[in-house]
């Protein structure tokens, strides 16, 4: 593993053609990504196919925006891990809040998708955060530690076994007013994450399989700040990951 991880969820911003033209600028940056940085981009699922062979020659990595839990069956529109990952995917975002507000996606939905990715050999970026009222009245904390311990309690983890922990508030997250969570914030609630995780998982397997990282208005000026901080890994960047020019300067500030 890397020392340090960017993210690109491209939601449903792009359609087929811009990611392929997203896709194209990124793949020209190949010498250019500092060598302890892991990039990954979430395509969309039509899009995947084609962006995992734009970036076939990189050392880029590709992962889903999402998976289903079962491996095959009778679950109309839904996507299966085991062709995420014939298709070149090595991640899979799990839990993100659009899902979760849009469509009503729960904790026990989330922990069972991120069973199926781990059986799967998919990394699970598993999308934890308060919305702004629970923030207000000083829930945040409890947010968290709930999320976590119904998305991963009763899950273990093996040698090998990569998940990523992403903190991304959902006020901060699209703010569009550069609204987000200020780094010292960040660093706090890693600490809180590791005492939950201190719970579940002996201190060997969380040095050794789990990453966190901050996700929520992202941009190649305020990326500095989080990777400069020591136990955050990384960032997931939805905005701006989409704009070639945007994304390949925060690559770089990385
Ligand atoms: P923005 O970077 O657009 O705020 O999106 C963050 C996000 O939701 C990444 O998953």
Redesign the pocket.
Known sequence: MKNKII?A?W?MSLLYQESMDVASAIAQLKGNIPPDVELVICPSYVSLPGVAEILKNTDIKIGAQDLFWEERGAYTGEVSPVDLANFGCSYA?IG???RRMNLAETNVMVHGKVKIALKNKLAPII?IGENWDERHVGQRDYVLIRELNEILGGIQLQDGDNVVI?Y?PIW????GKGI?AEPQEVKYVSEVIRQVLIDLYDAHRIESSIRFIY?????KLSIKKYTELPHIAGV??????TKPEEFISLIKNA
């Open positions: 993210i969820n939601k975002i993100h809040s659009e999308c992403a991304e901060a997250i699209s703010s987000f996700g929520g208005s992202v941009n997931l960047v939805g905005n701006a990951s």
